[in-house]
């Protein structure tokens, strides 16, 4: 499965040396592979990079991507930063790899232990196609073309200003358009419009950066910005296309159209040639698919495409009677195609897939788990065998028994003697895949009996890993119910609080305050936070809870910055006694949030434990000479403010000779 003798790029294999990708400094085993030589060295994250970058490699190779990122952010910005030509492949599968080790021996490939060896094993096997892509971008690209500077005033009134702006934004995007199209990319077009022409435009571009005649620039009031779509995660794809058994329409003329459906009824592809080299169609159609079913829109079939179902010695179908044009506009009205042609070519498919549908559907579910669907459909299909005779010969339990049917020899035509050749060609690919098949399948047995040796081998140790087990699992019982016993210490802990808070409470309801005995029904609570910080705020709305309208009382009102300010604010206190001046941006905030502020002299306050109360009347006090302060402030701003935009004023003015 090797691609040439000598690779056309360089695979770069790389394993984790020394460190941890999660620390400051992993060194790397880096392994240069082109196919004949190898190159080996130890470098730094930073040099790997660095190499990366200078050589753009056609693959990076690694049994776990995570050894080149501690997690997937890191992997996503890793993907993002790679060469455009440069692959990041993990050669021991997707997301449930397999170890190195075992990848390598099915494969043939040296392995040792050693980061070293790890990374040659790993370059060879992404060489030979093994592995899969790791992938987080789609092949959409993000066009983006927006203002280069801010719409402020500029040397010119301000609606020339920006009317400029975004008539060059419009004019921009017309060119990045115009590039586009005269590259002949598929793209969507989203634009907002302002005064003046466009603030941004977005092109969704179906094609990868370096496919687009357009590059990241910034000139003078407008930008061009290129980003990847995003994939929502991470995707893998195989290195190795496999050839899957398939359904192929033929429309035969002037120009040849071939379509692709696949057994599950989707289009995989199409295609539409003038040169009408059945030869080249034919290799088309093999790197695409094992025809089980070559079809034709017209009855009796065309004598080329029953040539291309010999060619595969697949089934053919052609309709009773020749497809209308509407009905095949019907069928394919969900597919894209160039031409008639390629329409008509896919609709013989899709209908020929109809006619099949249920017979593949039926073999299918007589197909078990371990065994591919395609090949048994394609001998029941185009071999009109039983799907129980086809399991039988496939899991080996009869002898098949080849019949030979005797032909007239005849001298034959040069055309004949080409598709022989071809026929040959595809026999001898078929065959040679066949044969890896089977080594894999005796390899997988292989391991499967490795593992049963294995699994009995393990049996005397899994008994005292049970009891090892139960002991774990008691221990595990134990401090659970530990963890039980401390919860519930922990509530009553809490509850105890609450009881004591409840007293407390008890205790303001009926207190003898001696010099306020006549005048209770005069009294407010009033609550105490220690210091005017977050985490004082906090403990004192976890203690007895802060809500609108509380009398709060500071003991310490110095240090308070705007946040914290603004989460006492939040709670919407009637009045704020502080002990102590407030910063400047505590006491800005505070105004700003409609919050009286005043001294705790001008009200007197009376504490029993962490109870305190205060006169109705003194709170009264305090909160008329705050608004009648804040009267006086707000009329000071405003006549600052004033002032402020008479002096702008007079600065702007010109100066009169």
Same mark, same amino acid.
């Not at 890993?465 to 919860?487: F, I, M, P, Y």
């Not at 002990?579 to 504490?607: C, I, K, R, Y």
């Given at each position: 499965?090797?691609?040439?003798?000598?690779?056309?790029?360089?695979?770069?294999?790389?394993?984790? =040396?020394?460190?941890?990708?999660?620390?400051?400094?992993?060194?790397?085993?880096?392994?240069?592979?082109?196919?004949?030589?190898?190159?080996?060295?130890?470098?730094?994250?930073?040099?790997? $990079?660095?190499?990366?970058?200078?050589?753009?490699?056609?693959?990076?190779?690694?049994?776990?991507?995570?050894?080149?990122?501690?997690?997937?952010?890191?992997?996503?910005?890793?993907?993002?930063?790679?060469?455009?030509?440069?692959?990041?492949?993990?050669?021991?599968?997707?997301?449930?790899?397999?170890?190195?080790?075992?990848? #390598?021996?099915?494969?043939?490939?040296?392995?040792?232990?050693?980061?070293?060896?790890?990374?040659?094993?790993? #370059?060879? &096997?992404?060489?030979?196609?093994?592995?899969?892509?790791?992938?987080?971008?789609?092949?959409?690209?993000?066009?983006?073309?927006?203002? +280069?500077?801010?719409? +402020?005033?500029?040397? @010119?009134?301000?609606?020339?200003?920006?009317? $400029?702006?975004?008539?060059?934004? %419009?004019?921009?995007?017309?060119?990045?358009?115009?590039?586009?199209?005269?590259?002949?990319? *598929?793209?969507?077009?989203?634009?907002?419009?302002?005064?003046?022409?466009?603030?941004?435009?977005?092109?969704?571009?179906?094609?990868?950066? =370096?496919?687009?005649?357009?590059?990241?620039?910034?000139?003078?009031?407008?930008?061009?910005?290129? !980003?990847?779509?995003?994939?929502?995660?991470?995707?893998?794809?195989?290195?190795? %296309?496999?050839?899957?058994?398939?359904?192929?329409?033929?429309?035969?003329?002037?120009?040849?159209?071939?379509?692709?459906?696949?057994?599950?009824?989707?289009? &995989?592809?199409?295609?539409?040639?003038?040169?009408?080299?059945?030869?080249?169609?034919?290799? @088309?159609?093999?790197?695409?698919?094992?025809?089980?079913?070559?079809? /034709?829109?017209?009855?009796?079939?065309?004598?080329?495409?029953?040539?291309?179902?010999?060619?595969?010695?697949?089934?053919? @179908?052609?309709?009773?009677?020749?497809?209308?044009?509407?009905?095949?506009?019907?069928?394919?009205?969900?597919? *894209?195609?160039?031409?008639?042609?390629?329409?008509?070519?896919?609709?013989?498919?899709?209908? /020929?897939?109809?006619?099949?549908?249920?017979?593949?559907?039926?073999?299918?579910?007589?197909?078990?788990?371990?065994?591919?669907?395609?090949?048994?459909?394609?001998?029941?299909? /185009? +071999?009109?065998?039983?799907?129980?005779?086809?399991?039988?010969?496939?899991?080996?339990?009869?002898?098949?028994?080849?019949?030979?049917?005797?032909?007239?020899?005849?001298? &034959?035509?040069?055309?004949?003697?080409?598709?022989?050749?071809?026929?040959?060609?595809?026999? $001898?690919?078929?065959?040679?895949?066949?044969?890896?098949?089977?080594?894999?399948?005796?390899?997988?047995?292989?391991?499967?009996?490795?593992?049963?040796? &294995?699994?009995? #081998?393990?049996?005397?140790?899994?008994?005292?890993?049970?009891?090892?087990?139960?002991?774990?699992?008691?221990?595990?019982?134990?401090?659970?119910?530990?963890?039980?016993?401390?919860?519930?210490?922990? %509530?009553?802990?809490?509850?105890?609080?609450?009881?004591? $808070?409840?007293?407390?409470? @008890?205790?303001?309801?009926?207190?003898?305050?001696?010099?306020?005995?006549?005048?209770?029904?005069?009294?407010?609570?009033?609550?105490?936070?220690?210091?005017?910080?977050?985490?004082?705020?906090?403990? /004192?709305?976890?203690?007895?809870?802060?809500?609108?309208?509380?009398?709060?009382?500071?003991?310490?009102?110095?240090?308070?910055?705007?946040?914290? #300010?603004?989460?006492?604010?939040?709670?919407?206190?009637?009045?704020?006694?502080?002990?102590?001046?407030?910063?400047?941006?505590?006491?800005?905030?505070?105004?700003?949030?409609?919050?009286?502020?005043?001294?705790?002299?001008?009200?007197?306050?009376?504490?029993?434990?962490?109870?305190?109360?205060?006169?109705?009347? !003194?709170?009264?006090?305090?909160?008329?000479?705050?608004?009648?302060?804040?009267?006086?402030?707000?009329?000071?701003?405003?006549?600052?403010?004033?002032? =402020?935009?008479?002096?702008?004023?007079?600065?702007?003015?010109?100066?009169?000779?």
């Amino acid at each position: 499965m090797n691609r040439t003798a000598a690779l056309d790029a360089v695979v770069f294999g790389v394993d984790i =040396q020394s460190g941890d990708v999660r620390g400051d400094a992993p060194s790397y085993a880096l392994v240069v592979f082109d196919g004949e030589e190898i190159a080996r060295d130890v470098v730094s994250r930073r040099k790997l $990079r660095r190499l990366v970058d200078d050589e753009e490699p056609d693959i990076l190779a690694t049994d776990n991507m995570y050894e080149l990122a501690a997690d997937k952010d890191q992997l996503v910005h890793l993907l993002g930063s790679l060469p455009d030509e440069t692959k990041l492949v993990q050669v021991t599968g997707d997301e449930r790899p397999e170890p190195l080790s075992r990848v #390598a021996k099915r494969h043939g490939v040296p392995y040792g232990k050693k980061p070293m060896k790890e990374a040659e094993a790993a #370059a060879r &096997l992404a060489a030979a196609n093994v592995g899969q892509e790791v992938s987080a971008f789609t092949d959409t690209t993000e066009v983006k073309v927006s203002r +280069g500077r801010s719409t +402020g005033k500029g040397g @010119w009134s301000e609606d020339r200003y920006t009317r $400029r702006i975004h008539g060059a934004v %419009k004019k921009q995007a017309r060119e990045v358009e115009s590039e586009l199209d005269g590259a002949g990319l *598929a793209y969507e077009r989203d634009v907002t419009e302002k005064y003046g022409g466009f603030s941004s435009a977005v092109f969704r571009v179906q094609a990868r950066p =370096q496919d687009i005649p357009v590059s990241t620039h910034r000139s003078g009031d407008t930008r061009v910005e290129i !980003e990847r779509v995003r994939r929502d995660g991470i995707e893998f794809r195989p290195l190795a %296309k496999r050839r899957d058994h398939v359904v192929v329409g033929v429309d035969p003329g002037t120009t040849t159209a071939v379509a692709i459906v696949g057994l599950d009824g989707e289009v &995989l592809d199409v295609y539409s040639s003038r040169t009408n080299d059945r030869a080249d169609v034919i290799e @088309w159609i093999i790197e695409r698919g094992r025809p089980v079913v070559v079809a /034709a829109d017209v009855t009796p079939m065309p004598e080329t495409v029953e040539k291309f179902r010999r060619s595969f010695d697949a089934a053919g @179908w052609e309709p009773e009677r020749d497809l209308p044009v509407d009905e095949k506009k019907h069928r394919t009205r969900e597919e *894209a195609y160039d031409n008639d042609h390629e329409r008509d070519a896919m609709a013989a498919a899709l209908y /020929a897939f109809d006619h099949h549908e249920s017979q593949f559907d039926r073999v299918a579910g007589k197909v078990p788990p371990q065994h591919e669907v395609g090949p048994v459909v394609a001998r029941v299909v /185009a +071999g009109d065998e039983s799907v129980e005779s086809v399991l039988r010969d496939i899991e080996g339990d009869d002898e098949s028994e080849a019949e030979s049917t005797s032909h007239q020899p005849r001298e &034959l035509s040069d055309e004949e003697k080409e598709i022989k050749r071809l026929e040959a060609r595809i026999d $001898r690919l078929e065959s040679h895949v066949d044969d890896l098949k089977d080594t894999i399948q005796q390899k997988d047995e292989q391991l499967r009996e490795k593992d049963k040796q &294995l699994e009995k #081998a393990r049996q005397e140790g899994r008994r005292e890993v049970r009891k090892d087990r139960e002991v774990t699992r008691l221990e595990r019982r134990n401090e659970a119910l530990e963890r039980k016993v401390e919860d519930e210490q922990a %509530k009553r802990e809490e509850l105890a609080g609450k009881l004591d $808070r409840l007293k407390s409470l @008890w205790k303001l309801d009926h207190s003898n305050f001696a010099d306020v005995a006549d005048e209770r029904d005069g009294l407010v609570p009033v609550k105490v936070v220690e210091q005017f910080t977050r985490d004082a705020i906090e403990a /004192a709305d976890e203690q007895f809870g802060l809500v609108a309208g509380d009398v709060v009382m500071l003991r310490d009102a110095s240090g308070a910055g705007r946040s914290t #300010a603004k989460r006492l604010a939040e709670a919407d206190p009637r009045v704020v006694l502080r002990d102590g001046n407030l910063s400047d941006a505590a006491d800005e905030v505070l105004f700003d949030h409609d919050v009286p502020v005043a001294p705790v002299e001008m009200v007197t306050v009376q504490e029993i434990d962490e109870l305190a109360i205060a006169r109705e009347a !003194e709170v009264e006090a305090a909160i008329a000479d705050w608004e009648d302060r804040a009267e006086d402030r707000e009329q000071a701003q405003k006549a600052e403010m004033v002032d =402020q935009i008479i002096s702008e004023h007079r600065a702007d003015r010109p100066v009169e000779d």
